[in-house]
């Protein structure tokens, strides 16, 4: 037999440059953001054994482990506190302290390396006395609106203390509109950026974070806050919703079991840089399965990236981000 005309599509295809005229967008290292633990223990690096490879940091440890990444073309990371012998309250307090480990990194961070991009996660559930993302009522319910304020007071003291990005992850209603109040009313509007978590769902693939921030529940869960998996017409709207309420960037969570959502928000958005968090579940999953014999961790950790970046990503967060600085 012969094939048709319309058949064949592998000449366009079979040398690496016309690949990469085919591909949307090909990889490159400013596409990776790296999440970073880092904890109150100034001096430790203790790694994370749900998250191999990852390690939570301390402040002074910070130089030695990012100056190298940045040498090999590291461009942005993204914090997460892990503090481990504060006093956990229902409002979160230790989120903001001036001595807290988040702070002290930006700080520290902003003096080591100018050209770094830093931004901050917002959320309350590694501060509160019961691992929920927010503020609740007598009841154990989200009290909606001290929720946002309290986060806003959060995602400020970060832009305050340099900060150039804050990233709430909370999934709060009305917080996107308070941070970027707060960001105008003190003078920071035009200098911190705000990446909503947009569509966050209520995913199985948080675990290894959670062990990792120490950020689980003490009771119940939070599909009352994160979105339901299949309710793509809620994300649709969270994702309208939050560019009305000023975010600059739109983030969709997790990456891989929601590529269609990601779409959606390329179509919607079209107007704005979209980031994909591919998160610990998913990189333990890859991880896991490369350790089994599947597959090859390389290979799968390209694939699963591009297929991100097909879906409509310009921005990774990513646990694979050192690696990509040396693959790329
Ligand atoms: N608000 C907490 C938060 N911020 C980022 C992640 C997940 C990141 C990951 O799994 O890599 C979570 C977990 C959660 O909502 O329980
Ligand atoms: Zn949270
Ligand atoms: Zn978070």
Not at 45 to 50: G, N
Not at 217 to 242: H, M, N
Not at 283 to 306: K, S
């Amino acid at each position: 037999m012969t094939l048709d005309i319309s058949s064949v599509l592998q000449g366009g295809y079979n040398h690496p440059l016309s690949r990469q005229w085919q591909s949307r967008r090909g990889l490159d290292k400013s596409m990776f953001m790296y999440p970073i633990f880092i904890t109150d223990d100034p001096t430790t690096c203790v790694e994370i054994s749900s998250l191999p490879g990852q390690c939570r940091w301390g402040v002074d440890r910070l130089e030695g482990f990012i100056g190298p990444l940045v040498k090999k073309g590291l461009k942005s990371v993204i914090l997460f506190g892990v503090p481990l012998t504060c006093e956990k309250d229902g409002r979160g307090n230790p989120a903001d302290d001036p001595q807290g480990p988040v702070i002290l990194a930006i700080r520290k961070l902003r003096e080591l390396f100018p050209t770094l991009f830093i931004a901050t996660d917002v959320c309350l559930c590694e501060y509160t006395s019961h691992g929920h993302c927010g503020i609740l009522h007598e009841d154990g319910t989200i009290n909606a609106v001290p929720s946002a304020e309290r986060i806003a007071e959060v995602a400020l003291a970060y832009a305050q203390a340099g900060a150039h990005c804050v990233a709430p992850s909370d999934m709060m209603d009305g917080r996107v509109k308070a941070i970027k109040r707060k960001l105008i009313d003190n003078g920071l509007g035009n200098k911190c950026l705000l990446m909503s978590y947009s569509a966050k769902f209520a995913s199985g693939l948080y675990g290894p974070f959670r062990d990792a921030a120490g950020s689980a529940p003490s009771f119940g869960d939070r599909k009352c806050y994160q979105l339901p998996p299949s309710a793509k017409g809620l994300a649709r709207r969270a994702i309208q919703r939050d560019t009305v309420e000023g975010a600059d960037i739109i983030m969709v969570k997790p990456a891989l079991p929601y590529l269609d959502v990601l779409a959606d928000a390329a179509q919607l958005a079209p107007d704005y840089p979209l980031a994909a968090y591919q998160v610990s579940g998913e990189y333990a999953m890859i991880v896991a399965g490369a350790r089994a014999g599947v597959y090859d961790l390389r290979v799968m950790a390209f694939e699963t990236t591009e297929s991100i970046v097909r879906a409509g990503a310009t921005l990774i967060l990513s646990y694979f981000t050192p690696q990509f600085l040396d693959w790329l």
